[in-house]
C-alpha cells in the first residue's frame, strides 16, 4: 500500500522507516522541504533503536503530488502545525482515502472533516490517541526510534466507518489499536499534555540550560505524584462523559511493559532498562509550546464544559504562560478555528459521531 507521510520531523521519518520496513511504500512530504533535501537526493534513511536498517521512502515535493494514489494519508507532526497541513492537503483529499492523524490533538479531524464536506468528500479521518513511535531525529537521514508501542487508542470519523479504519490501521500498523469508538475518547486519551506539563515543571531549569539529562530517571516520586493528581482530573472528565479511557498507569504499563506501580516508580523502571529517554535540552520544547495551547487547553475547556474543573490543567496554561511571556490560549488555531469556545457539548458530541457531512 501507498502511504503518505505529511511531515519530516522524528515521528514521520520513524513512521516511514516501520511503513517501509512492513513492506509497504512510504512517501515524505514537508511544507518547507528543508528537512527532506537529501532524502530528496537519494541518500537513505538510517534508523536504530527498535527499528533497525536503511530505508529509501519517496519524497514528494507538493502536497498533490504526495497524496495522489495514497490508501492512507498520515498527518505526523507537532499540533502546531496541523491547521496550516490541513489547509494544504484537504483540496486533494479523495473520497476513499482513509486520513490518520498521529497523534489526533484539538480536534483537528473536526477542522479537517469540514474542509472534506465543503467539497463532497466523503473520506474516513481517523484520530490516533498517541504516536504510533517515540524517538529521536539525529540529523537530516537518521532517526533514533525508542518505542514502537504495543497499543494505541483510535476513533474513526464518522463512527459510522469505524470498522473500515480500525481494518486499515491493522493492516498498515499491526493488531495494535483499541477502538474507543469516539472522538471525545481520543480527546481524553492523549497523556503527554498532563506528563508532559509534570515533567517540564519539574526539570525547567535543565531544558533552559540544555543539559543532558534522563527523563524517566527525573520522574521523582514529587513529580510522580503530580502527574497522578493531573491524571485523576482528565479521568474524571471522561467518567462525566461516560467514556472510558487508559489510565497512567495503564499506559506506561502497556507502552513500556514495566509493572503497574505508583508513576514515579514505573519511570524508574523504565529507565532501568533502557527505556526512559531524554529528556528536552532546550526550553523551546514541544513539551510546552504544543503541549500546552493543545493539550491542556483542550482537557480545560472540556473540564469547564461538564462542569468538573481541570484545576491543575488551568493552573499549568497560568504557570506556562507566566514562564514563557505568552498567552498560550489565544495560539490554538484549530480551537479558534471551530469556535470551540461557544460550542455547546451537544453539538460537539453530535461532530465527533458523523462529522460534518452528518449536521
Known amino acids: 500500500m501507498k502511504v503518505a507521510i505529511v511531515g519530516a520531523g522524528s515521528i514521520a521519518f520513524a513512521m516511514a522507516a516501520f511503513v517501509e520496513q512492513q513492506g509497504h511504500a512510504a512517501t515524505l512530504w514537508s511544507p518547507s522541504g528543508a528537512r527532506t533535501g537529501a532524502l530528496a537526493r537519494g541518500e537513505p534513511l538510517v534508523a536504530s533503536g527498535a527499528i533497525e536498517g536503511s530505508f529509501r521512502p519517496a519524497v514528494a515535493d507538493s502536497a498533490e503530488r504526495l497524496i495522489a494514489g495514497a490508501e492512507a494519508i498520515v498527518?505526523?507532526?507537532?499540533?502546531?502545525?496541523?491547521?496550516?497541513?490541513?489547509?494544504?492537503?484537504?483540496?486533494?483529499?479523495?473520497?476513499?482515502?482513509?486520513?490518520?492523524?498521529?497523534?489526533?490533538?484539538?480536534?483537528?479531524?473536526?477542522?479537517?472533516?469540514?474542509?472534506?464536506?465543503?467539497?463532497?468528500?466523503?473520506?474516513?479521518?481517523?484520530?490516533?490517541?498517541?504516536?504510533?513511535?517515540?524517538?529521536?531525529?539525529?540529523?537530516?537521514?537518521?532517526?533514533?526510534?525508542?518505542?514502537?508501542?504495543?497499543?494505541?487508542?483510535?476513533?474513526?470519523?464518522?463512527?459510522?466507518?469505524?470498522?473500515?479504519?480500525?481494518?486499515?490501521c491493522r493492516t498498515l500498523f499491526g493488531d495494535r489499536f483499541v477502538d474507543r469508538s469516539s472522538l471525545l475518547a481520543i480527546a481524553l486519551s492523549n497523556l503527554n499534555p498532563q506528563n508532559h506539563m509534570g515533567i517540564a515543571l519539574g526539570n525547567m531549569t535543565r531544558m533552559e540550560r540544555g543539559e543532558a539529562w534522563g527523563q524517566s530517571q527525573n520522574v521523582t516520586p514529587n513529580v510522580g505524584r503530580l502527574l497522578e493528581a493531573l491524571d485523576r482530573e482528565r479521568i474524571a472528565i471522561a467518567d462525566v462523559l461516560g467514556l472510558q479511557v487508559r489510565t497512567i498507569f495503564d499506559h506506561f504499563h502497556l507502552s513500556f511493559g514495566v509493572p503497574m506501580g505508583p508513576v514515579s516508580e514505573m519511570n524508574q523502571a523504565m529507565h532501568d532498562a533502557g527505556k526512559g529517554g531524554t529528556g528536552p535540552a532546550t526550553a523551546d520544547s514541544r513539551y510546552v509550546t504544543e503541549d500546552v495551547p493543545f493539550g491542556l487547553v483542550v482537557t480545560a475547556r472540556l473540564g469547564r464544559l461538564v462542569a468538573r474543573p481541570a484545576d491543575l490543567h488551568e493552573a499549568g496554561i497560568h504557570l506556562f504562560s507566566a514562564l514563557y511571556g505568552r498567552d498560550f490560549t489565544a495560539e490554538n488555531d484549530l480551537l479558534a478555528a471551530l469556535d470551540f469556545e461557544r460550542m455547546p457539548l451537544a453539538r460537539l458530541q453530535a461532530l465527533c459521531r458523523d462529522g460534518y457531512a452528518g449536521t
Open 75 to 168: 498527518v505526523a507532526l507537532p499540533a502546531y502545525g496541523h491547521r496550516h497541513v490541513i489547509d494544504r492537503i484537504a483540496p486533494f483529499v479523495a473520497s476513499g482515502q482513509t486520513v490518520i492523524v498521529s497523534s489526533h490533538a484539538s480536534f483537528g479531524a473536526l477542522y479537517l472533516s469540514r474542509l472534506l464536506s465543503e467539497r463532497g468528500i466523503a473520506a474516513p479521518i481517523v484520530a490516533w490517541g498517541t504516536t504510533l513511535l517515540s524517538g529521536r531525529q539525529a540529523s537530516s537521514t537518521e532517526v533514533r526510534v525508542n518505542t514502537v508501542r504495543q497499543k494505541v487508542d483510535l476513533a474513526t470519523v464518522p463512527t459510522a466507518v469505524s470498522d473500515q479504519g480500525l481494518a486499515l
